[in-house]
C-alpha cells in the first residue's frame, strides 16, 4: 500500500495562501521557506510546509517591559532639562 502523496502547489497558488506575491515568497524561500524542487526551475510548495512558515514566523504579543532609569517621570515623558541639570551636578562633585 503506497501513502497518500500530498498535492503540491505551484508558486502562484503558495503565494496566494501566504498572501504575498510570487517574488515575495522568493524571498521567504530565502528565509527558510522549504520547497521541492521538482524539476531544473519547476518549484512547487507543501501545504504543510507553508503552514509550518506560517508558524515559525507568526509573533506572539507581549506586555510592553517598564522602562527603567532616573531621567523618566511617570507619565513617560523625558524632562531632558532635568536631566542635564543631574548630570552637570555629578561632574561638578568630583
Known amino acids: 500500500m503506497h501513502a497518500a502523496v500530498t498535492p503540491l502547489l505551484k508558486p502562484a497558488e503558495a503565494a496566494e495562501v501566504l ?55 511617570r507619565s513617560g515623558v523625558v524632562d531632558f532639562a532635568e536631566a542635564l541639570a543631574q548630570t552637570t551636578m555629578k561632574r561638578r562633585r568630583r
Do not use: F
Open 19 to 73: 498572501g504575498v506575491c510570487e517574488k515575495t515568497l522568493q524571498q521567504c524561500r530565502a528565509r527558510g521557506l522549504r520547497y521541492v524542487t521538482v524539476t531544473r526551475g519547476a518549484i512547487r510548495y507543501r501545504a504543510d510546509d507553508l503552514e509550518a512558515y506560517i508558524e515559525a514566523n507568526t509573533c506572539r504579543s507581549e506586555p510592553p517591559k517598564p522602562k527603567s532609569g532616573n531621567t523618566t517621570s
